[in-house]
């Protein structure tokens, strides 16, 4: 199963274009920063690091909003997406916690899925949000 984000809402025939894309690898390892950079919490997952700047707020969001492929993050939301993954960029979160996996694509690899979709919720909070789908 792979993830697909979607500035314009679905009509009847689904969606006119996904822009950010990625395979369920992929997400699981933005995700893990997602989780990490305070983005997303609660169903189940909590964070292992503790890195100052990047805790849970009013802000954050339900994890569950990025599990599925189902739902709207509003340009509000997207603003706060995207300002706490480059804050997690820059406090070097990824390298941090790839430490912890012995398998998994590389630091490089996975800073730019972060980067990429850290780039599309500021296009996003520009416009009217995104759709997961």
Known sequence: MG????????????YLSTPCAFSGEQMNYVR????????????????V????????????LPTRRFLYNEGHTTAAEAAFVARRLRAALDAQVVAELLVFLDDHPGEDQVTEWVRQFAAFNEQAAQQNGYYSC
């Open 49 to 60: 690091l503790d890195t100052r700047g990047l805790e849970v707020t009013e802000e954050t």
């Open 3 to 14: 993830y697909a984000f979607s500035l314009d809402p679905p009509t009847e025939e689904g």
């Open 32 to 47: 893990m920063i997602m989780i990490e950079a305070g983005v997303v919490a609660g169903d189940g997952v909590a964070q």
